[in-house]
């Protein structure tokens, strides 16, 4: 059974720095598509940045420079992290982890996760909190 446990989240102050973490554990393909999503309370789920089993990475245009997604990959266990420099009030967020396992090739990583999402096809964890204060 896929497990994604997420960790790090916790409150800072504006410009200071977080790295959240995702184990990831239980599955058995060898090619997907890992990525961070966002979402505040009453508002859409927001895709952060995504991963592929290559290393090929993309990021949302409202992070990029900022945060930056990584991996350390070990056969059928994964941790994923999202390092997070710079942060802003609107960064504040439930942070969630997301899998998307033996994904259709040829798709942007990013855009599989947000398929995932929308069609409830993607592994999710329980997700951390991050809190940025003025």
């Known amino acids: 059974q896929v497990q994604l446990v997420e960790s790090g989240g916790g409150s800072v102050q504006a410009g200071g720095s977080l790295r959240l973490s995702c184990s990831a554990s239980?599955?058995?393909?060898?090619?997907?598509?890992m990525g961070w999503f966002r979402q505040v309370l009453g508002k859409e789920r927001e895709g952060v940045a995504a991963?592929?089993?290559?290393?090929?990475?993309?990021?949302a245009d409202s992070v990029k420079g900022r945060f930056t997604i990584s991996q350390d990959n070990a056969k059928n266990a994964n941790t994923l992290y999202l390092q997070m420099n710079s942060l802003k009030r609107e960064d504040t967020a439930m942070y969630y982890c997301?899998?998307?396992?033996?994904?259709?090739?040829?798709?942007?990583?990013?855009?599989?996760?947000?398929?995932?999402?929308?069609?409830?096809?993607?592994?999710w964890g329980r997700g951390t909190q991050v809190t940025v204060s003025a």
């Open positions: 991963i592929d089993d290559h290393g090929t990475t993309s990021h």
């Open positions: 239980g599955y058995t393909y060898s090619t997907y598509c």
């Open positions: 997301a899998a998307v396992f033996n994904p259709v090739r040829g798709m942007p990583c990013n855009q599989v996760l947000e398929s995932g999402s929308r069609h409830n096809f993607a592994n």
